[in-house]
Nanobody, 126 residues
Framework: QLQLVESGGGLVQPGGSLRLSCAASGFTLDYYSIGWFRQAPGKEREGVSCIGSKRDYTNYADSVKGRFTISRDNAKNTVYLQMNSLKPEDAAVYYC???????????????????WGRGTQVTVSS
């Protein structure tokens, strides 16, 4: 059974860091692009970052550029989102998703992604 499980969320003070993980089971991530999305209460789901199937393509929302880093470890079938210098506006439920894209790229829009995890809560507060 194909499954994505996010972990690593929690409560952190502004300026702090978290590393989110997205572990896949039931399939291999090798040929998939992966996206990280977030959704805060009352807001639409936002594409935060994505990474292409061959690692050499990444994309970030302007709001997280320079602070977040996406990476993948195909040997561990896991994708990571390193989040530094966290701000209160980063608080949300974070989801990972997988999809197939042409030219091994990715996009920060939800529609092309076929499978989603259930999310992990990130709270940024002092």
């Amino acid at each position: 059974q194909l499954q994505l499980v996010e972990s690593g969320g929690g409560l952190v003070q502004p300026g702090g860091s978290l590393r989110l993980s997205c572990a896949a089971s039931g399939f291999t991530l090798d040929y998939y692009s992966i996206g990280w999305f977030r959704q805060a209460p009352g807001k639409e789901r936002e594409g935060v970052s994505c990474i292409g199937s061959k690692r050499d393509y990444t994309n970030y929302a302007d709001s997280v550029k320079g602070r977040f880093t996406i990476s993948r470890d195909n040997a561990k079938n896991t994708v990571y989102l390193q989040m530094n210098s966290l701000k209160p506006e980063d608080a949300a439920v974070y989801y990972c998703a997988v999809g197939r894209f042409a030219s091994s790229r990715c996009a920060r829009v939800p529609d092309p992604y076929s499978h989603w995890g259930r999310g992990t809560q990130v709270t940024v507060s002092s």
